[in-house]
């Protein structure tokens, strides 16, 4: 089986890339494959532009950018998004990423006569957030049944796609950060477990 890791961060010495890395070290470890799209690196632009609107409301052929995002998703198994947490959302980075690659007629299907439909049905997710802030941060304010609101229902759910694993690793800026690494590695690891059940882990 084949995952594709979309990494948001700036600095590839970030906890944020050192999680992707032990994420794929636990699909070699298991048997799978895995490709790494690293936006930052790679330049994305993350701009939703009157072009990619054309797209939405014209069904327009898309930039060639975005047909190559949705060609690796495409060649996929499952989706494993891992990005910090900025302002108890993801970055503009993979918020733009998901703006322009998910789009009309690749990921749902709907005009101004007819109801949507979700056509990434066949898509495990998988959702490693990284926050400074502690557990205790999250619960008083409610970011992380709002970020799950948002992200794995807002986005992920709309399209069909199966939000499989959906990790708040919190506290990162602490000695936590060794414990975010063996579960990302448990993680690759179990990707794709037969058995594998849904998890909404806070860290």
């Given amino acids: 089986m084949h995952a594709l890791i979309v990494v948001a961060h700036h600095d590839p010495q970030s906890l944020t890339h050192s999680i992707a890395l032990q994420t794929a070290a636990g699909l070699v470890e298991a048997g799978h494959t895995y490709e790494v799209a690293d936006l930052a690196a790679e330049g994305f632009d993350p701009r939703y532009t009157a072009a990619d609107h054309l797209v939405h409301r014209t069904r327009a052929q898309p930039p060639a950018d975005v ?18 947490i900025y302002w108890w959302s ?10 322009r690659v998910f789009i009309n007629g690749w990921a749902i299907d709907y005009g101004p006569d007819t109801s949507v439909v979700k056509k990434l049905r066949h898509l495990n997710v998988h959702l490693l957030a990284l926050g400074a802030a502690d557990d205790s941060a999250f619960d008083r304010h409610g970011y992380a049944k709002a970020m799950r609101t948002q992200i794995d229902y807002g986005i992920f759910d709309y399209c069909g796609a199966q939000v499989v694993t959906s990790e708040l690793l919190l506290d990162s800026e602490s000695d936590q950060a060794q414990v975010h690494l063996k579960k990302a590695k448990a993680v690759g690891q179990a990707l794709f477990a037969a058995d594998a059940q849904p998890s909404r882990n806070r860290s």
Avoid at 69 to 79: C, P
Avoid at 90 to 99: E, R, T
């Fill in 90 to 99: 993801m970055p503009g980075l993979l918020k733009g990423w998901i703006d």
């Fill in 67 to 84: 047909l190559a995002e949705q060609a690796r998703i495409d060649r996929a198994d499952a989706l494993v998004l891992v990005f910090p």
